[in-house]
């Protein structure tokens, strides 16, 4: 048996919580708050203590999809990206920049957010981004 903890940081809040995975062969039993964290010493809330559950459930996609008819097939990383990105450009070209809204996450770090409206500014061309917790 291989068990470990491994510590990380919670995924559904920006606030930055950190707390360890309880792993045990690979798969993820729980999590225990990291006591020696400034932010949420030691303590986590109800949706970080849960915060594994949809790791390992059979329903996770684990590679891309793409539409082909009725139905889709699994793409390679390289194919399906390439595709949005043809399709972005199709897009843009033909409605312009401004066809292009983009939408973050507080789920998502300061520099995740960061990131994204860098390339809906410097790549999709268009200003219009907003942040969920603006709401």
Known sequence: MDYKNVLTTCIYCGTGCNYYLEVLDGEILGVTPCQEHPINQGQVCIKGWNSH???????????????????????????????????????????????????????????????????????LGTNSVDHCARL
């Open 53 to 123: 559950a949809f790791v390992q459930h059979p329903d996770r996609l684990h590679v891309p999809l793409i539409r082909d008819g009725d139905g889709f097939r699994e793409a390679s990383w390289d194919e399906a990206l390439g595709l949005v990105a043809e399709r972005f450009q199709a897009i843009k070209a033909e409605h312009g920049p401004d066809a292009f809204g983009v939408l973050t996450s507080a789920k998502c770090t300061n520099e995740e957010n960061y990131l994204v409206q860098r390339l809906a500014r410097a790549v």
